[in-house]
Structure formats: structure tokens, C-alpha cells
């Protein structure tokens, strides 16, 4: 089992740019890659950005170099900087961890932009 625990959602205005941390815990040495999904109200969850521990990374056409996922092994952690942020980017944003035949997922938290 993985366990992961989310921060640093938040209200940040239009242009402004907010770092989102996950860091797991549990069976992480099973773990083959880490990211970001987001589900906005009314839609379905979609990707953000994940990262392989192979240095592959997977991101939806939105992040547009926006977006990044930097990673640190040692603590199990992976980061989700996000720059000039527009309202349609007002989500509750998910970390995922991906092992062999399983999924896990945070608890999920806010990001709102607005002005």
C-alpha cells in the first residue's frame, strides 16, 4: 500500500503561480512513476503531468511549458509548479503514484484562480 499526502492548494490570481507538494509513503520502493491530475466541477478528471522513474514525462497539450514536476527521491516527493495560471486552470488537483496493476490517489486539494 502507498499512502499519499497532498498541500499547497490555494486561492493565487490570474498570472500568479502556487507549488503543489505530494509526498508518499508506505511500499514506495514499488512505485514506477509519480504526477498530477485534475478534475474541474462538472468534468471528468483528466492529466496534468506524470513522471516516470525513468525520467518520462507525459503531460496534457493545457501545461503548454506552464507546468512542472520536479521530483525529490529521497523524500518520496513530487511537486507540481505551476506558472502563469489562468482561471480555467480552477480544479481540485489529485497526486497519483502508479505501481505494477495498481493506482493510488491523495485526498485531492483546491487550486482556485481568480482575481
Known amino acids: 500500500q502507498v499512502q499519499l499526502l497532498e498541500s499547497g492548494g490555494g486561492l493565487v490570481q490570474p498570472g500568479g503561480s502556487l507549488r503543489l507538494s505530494c509526498a508518499a509513503s508506505?511500499?514506495?520502493?514499488?512505485?514506477?512513476?509519480m504526477g498530477w491530475y485534475r478534475q474541474a466541477p462538472g468534468k471528468e478528471r483528466e492529466l496534468v503531468e506524470i513522471?516516470?522513474?525513468?525520467?518520462?514525462?507525459t503531460y496534457s497539450d493545457f501545461v503548454k511549458g506552464r507546468f512542472t514536476i520536479p521530483r525529490d527521491n529521497a523524500k518520496n516527493t513530487v511537486y507540481l509548479q505551476m506558472n502563469s495560471l489562468k482561471p480555467e486552470d480552477t480544479a481540485v488537483y489529485f497526486c497519483?503514484?502508479?505501481?505494477?496493476?495498481?493506482?493510488?490517489w491523495g485526498q485531492g486539494t483546491q487550486v482556485t484562480v481568480s482575481s
Open positions: 508506505g511500499f514506495v520502493v514499488s512505485i514506477n512513476a
Open positions: 497519483n503514484a502508479h505501481q505494477a496493476g495498481s493506482n493510488y
Open positions: 513522471s516516470s522513474n525513468g525520467g518520462i514525462t
